[in-house]
């Protein structure tokens, strides 16, 4: 298993403003996402994130909207870009190996509330 | 795309055994089954994965027929500590990864 922390932890931003999140692991691992989650839901999966690509969005997400960076095998950056109240929810992270059968280990979340 | 189908909720008491059963019927020849276990405000935890028959670990057996059409959690002896939310998955093949996608789960309340 992989020990990933995000920061912040939590926010509270004015719309028409941007928040970066950071996920950093303890690890190198091949494989990360972005997942939204708004409270009491299931995880919406924003997008995968490979070292040295550009990351693949979900229907539904773009990157100018939430653009991501992965520079190296243990970090990533998630930007949500012009925040609009809708934009509040917990983002995660969570990373996985291809060379394993395809389990996740998740950081704890950034809680995101936008005013 | 392997879509998975959960009960919404289950109740149950301290000390039993409680079964979640999960239907996956599209399920891809080289897709494996993993199960995630989510606690307010923290992220999904992984608790066990397999492919066919029977997996057991120290927190939980899984169980899948032989048509791997659907596979079943079993948490022995639950505690009010299990009280969460629990995602069934499919996908993740070795060497071809796939993307998941979380269904809406089975929110697990167990009662004293």
């Known amino acids: 298993s992989a020990v990933i922390s995000q920061k912040p932890s939590r926010d509270i931003c004015q719309r028409g403003t941007s928040l970066t999140i950071q996920c950093q692991v303890d690890?190198?691992?091949?494989?990360m996402f972005w997942y939204r989650q708004q409270p009491g839901q299931s995880l919406t999966l924003i997008a995968t994130?490979?070292?040295?690509?550009?990351?693949?969005?979900e229907s539904g997400f773009v990157i100018d909207k939430f653009p991501i960076s992965r520079p190296n095998l243990t970090f990533s950056t998630l930007t949500v870009s012009n925040m609009s109240p809708e934009d509040s929810s917990i983002y995660l992270c969570s990373v996985a190996q291809t060379s394993g059968r395809g389990e996740q280990y998740f950081g704890p979340g950034t809680r995101l509330t936008v005013t | 795309l392997a879509k998975t189908t959960q009960p919404i909720s289950m109740d149950s008491y301290e000390g039993q055994e409680v079964n979640i059963t999960c239907s996956h019927n599209n399920i891809a020849t080289n897709d494996y089954i993993t199960w995630y276990q989510q606690f307010p405000s923290q992220g999904p935890r992984f608790i066990i994965q397999g492919y066919k028959t029977k997996v057991t670990n120290e927190v939980a057996s899984l169980f899948i027929p032989a048509d791997r059409k659907s596979s079943t959690l079993s948490l022995p002896r639950v505690s009010l500590s299990d009280t969460a939310v629990y995602y069934c998955l499919v996908g993740g093949a070795l060497y071809n990864f796939n993307k998941f996608y979380f269904g809406s789960g089975t929110k697990l309340n167990v009662k004293p």
């Open positions: 994130a490979n070292q040295g690509s550009e990351a693949t969005y």
């Open positions: 690890s190198q691992v091949t494989m």
